[in-house]
């Protein structure tokens, strides 16, 4: 049931704390289709969420204040959760002074959507405490208005995008299989990565077919923007390389990078210390719950 706007007003006064997590993803596979006009790329791409979490606590306070657990996270309207308090104040015009903390464990520039994660946990959280005054649908297309990767975030985990990644179709949940997320000591601006794609480079497979293969059970994995990442920056094939040579089977760049996906039972001990590196799985929420 929807409350009318007083009541609503009422119940957001009363003191709140809610506390969120924030998932990361990555591409099972990602192929580019061709260049717009618009200057993006359309694309069609199998997203999944997996278990690696920021944190976002939102809570009730006398004005509006945001803290960070990073100090070379932005705090101002670059950050994507200032971008969607913003968005969702314009668009109910509900506003509600709140303190919002992010703790950071997502690395930044690894393709792994963390910022796109945050705003989406925000949206989510924004519209919760506003007793859900916003479809799922109206939700998305605010999303869509702070970054292609956002909608996907408020699938239930794992998702078929097009568009420029930001029309969501939800599917069936895959089969976890435990893998690890390495990150060498290099970031990559998407927005670069893309300027270097090569329609040359563009691989042969069909999206939705690929798509029913996984939903079967196949394992299939690329990223059509990989070679695109490696001629900006070379060190990160022989990045790859090196984890294959460690013993993984598959290794794939997640999105524009430059975390990789790794698959198998590769040797860790033989990765310099301060690389860093996270175990995880598919992860899924229930509708109407966030993730946990
Ligand atoms: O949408 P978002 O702000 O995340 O995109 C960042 C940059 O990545 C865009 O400015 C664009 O250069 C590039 N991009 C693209 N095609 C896409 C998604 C992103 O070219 N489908």
Known sequence: MRFPVPLLVIYILRS?????????????????????????????????AVSLFDEIIFKSHDRDEFTCSHNEIPLNEENLII????????KTK??????????KNIPHQAGLGGGSSNAATTLWALNALANFQLTEEELINLGSEIGSDVPFFLSHGSAFCTGRGEKIKEVNPIKSEEFYLIKPDIKLSTKEVYSYLSIDNFSQRNPEMDLKDILEGKSIYYNDLEDAAFSYEPKLREFKQYLIKIGFKTVLLSGSGSAFFCIGNGDLNQLDKDIWKSKVNFIYRNKNKWFN
């Open 16 to 48: 709140f704390l809610l506390h969120l997590k924030s998932p990361a993803k990555i591409n099972l596979f990602l192929k580019i289709l061709h260049k717009r006009r618009d200057g993006y790329h359309e694309l069609a791409s199998l997203f999944q």
């Open 83 to 90: 971008k969607a308090l913003e968005l969702f104040r314009k």
């Open 94 to 103: 509900i506003s509600f002074p709140l303190k919002i903390h992010l703790e």
